[in-house]
């Protein structure tokens, strides 16, 4: 049985970035939403003593599983995602390590953000954007829905939600701006580096 992760945060440590009105219904209501809907559909199944990992992987593209993919993605996509952030208090700088990765696939850090901002920015509907592994390469890559890195053998590294449900309380229809402010206020680059070297 899935429970839903703690915030390693308080609902308010991303603000004003992200308010606590934002992370109330984000964490509060949707995640709790998949986390509990994931345990329904994965009752009484073989599925039950898997990790939900392993749940995304065997379910992918499986059209019968449709639901326990899209909400055991969704859990562990927005898992992964609070741990993406950092609290506005403690903002930091990428290290020298986080720089030479990105600088090798993306030609510079400034360059890295201008494309991620771009496939941010363009996704059409809902869904998600990548900082993904591939091997010993870097690539940033947009899911639709609850899909991720790991339904397509690749190792997420970083990613940002761009569900509505992210950002229309605070910047209704404006995704540029809370995608700038994200990476702007709120990366965890100590996630990153662990990422890249695991």
């Known amino acids: 049985m899935f429970i839903l ?10 603000e004003p970035t992200m308010s606590e009105k934002t992370l109330d219904f984000h964490y509060g209501k949707h995640h709790q939403a998949y986390t509990d809907n994931l345990n329904k559909l994965i009752a ?10 392993n749940i995304i992987i065997k379910t992918a593209g499986n059209d019968s599983q449709v639901g326990i993919f899209n909400n055991a993605a969704q859990y562990y996509n927005h898992a992964f995602f609070w741990n993406c952030l950092r609290p506005s208090a403690q903002k930091s700088e990428p290290s020298a390590t986080v720089v030479a ?26 869904g998600w954007v990548w900082l993904a ?21 690749l190792k997420p590294v970083w990613g940002l939600d761009v569900w509505e449900h992210s950002y229309y309380l605070d910047y209704q229809n404006r ?18 580096e662990k990422n890249l070297q695991s």
């Open 44 to 53: 009484g199944t073989e599925l039950e003593a898997e990790t939900v990992e």
């Open 133 to 153: 592994k591939d091997g010993e390469t870097l690539k940033i890559i947009k899911t639709v829905n609850g899909d991720n890195p790991l339904a397509h053998n």
């Open 101 to 126: 990765a990105l600088t090798k696939s993306f030609g510079s850090l400034e360059m890295f953000f201008t494309e991620f901002k771009v496939a941010a920015v363009s996704l059409f509907g809902s």
């Open 5 to 14: 992760p703690e915030l390693p945060y308080s609902r308010a440590a991303l």
């Open 175 to 192: 995704r540029a701006d809370f995608i700038a402010a994200v990476l702007a206020n709120l990366v965890n680059y100590e996630f990153i």
